[in-house]
């Protein structure tokens, strides 16, 4: 898995990288076939009162790339509501990969008679 972790009008920190890496893992417990990580890091230098702190991740996994936006006065809140929305969308997904299909009992049947 690739990861990349960078900042905009923001230095990614150690204690910031650590965070986001631990907030990863639980997203790639659910789900082992990330091939590549890119995490956006943003502070907006608007007036004092609307600060906002965004974070985004762009998720690359097998067929598909799955992108997540969130933004809060916290930095680290931000990242929170981030892998929460990431977390749901990894699970939609591979939901939707995973072979929900059974066999109709009727071709069961027709397979034991011949």
Same mark, same amino acid.
């Given at each position: 898995?690739?990861?990349?972790?960078?900042? *905009? *009008?923001?230095?990614?920190?150690?204690?910031?990288? @650590?965070? %986001?890496?631990?907030?990863? /893992?639980?997203? =790639?417990? *659910?789900? #082992? +076939? %990330?091939? /590549?990580?890119? %995490?956006?890091? =943003?502070? &907006?230098?608007?007036? @004092?009162? @609307?600060?906002? +702190?965004?974070? &985004? %991740?762009?998720?690359?996994?097998?067929?598909?790339?799955?992108?997540? &936006?969130?933004? $809060? $006065? #916290?930095?680290?809140?931000?990242? /929170?509501?981030?892998? #929460?929305?990431?977390?749901? !969308?990894?699970?939609?997904?591979?939901?939707?990969?995973? #072979? *929900? $299909?059974?066999?109709?009992?009727?071709? !069961?049947?027709?397979?034991?008679? +011949?």
């Amino acid at each position: 898995m690739n990861l990349t972790i960078s900042g *905009h *009008h923001l230095e990614v920190t150690p204690a910031l990288r @650590e965070y %986001v890496l631990t907030k990863l /893992d639980r997203v =790639t417990r *659910h789900f #082992d +076939q %990330v091939v /590549d990580v890119n %995490v956006l890091l =943003t502070v &907006e230098k608007l007036k @004092e009162k @609307e600060r906002r +702190q965004k974070a &985004e %991740v762009n998720l690359h996994v097998k067929g598909k790339d799955i992108y997540v &936006e969130s933004a $809060h $006065h #916290d930095l680290y809140a931000a990242i /929170d509501e981030l892998m #929460d929305k990431l977390d749901r !969308q990894v699970c939609r997904h591979k939901d939707r990969v995973q #072979d *929900h $299909h059974h066999p109709s009992p009727k071709r !069961q049947s027709l397979g034991e008679l +011949q």
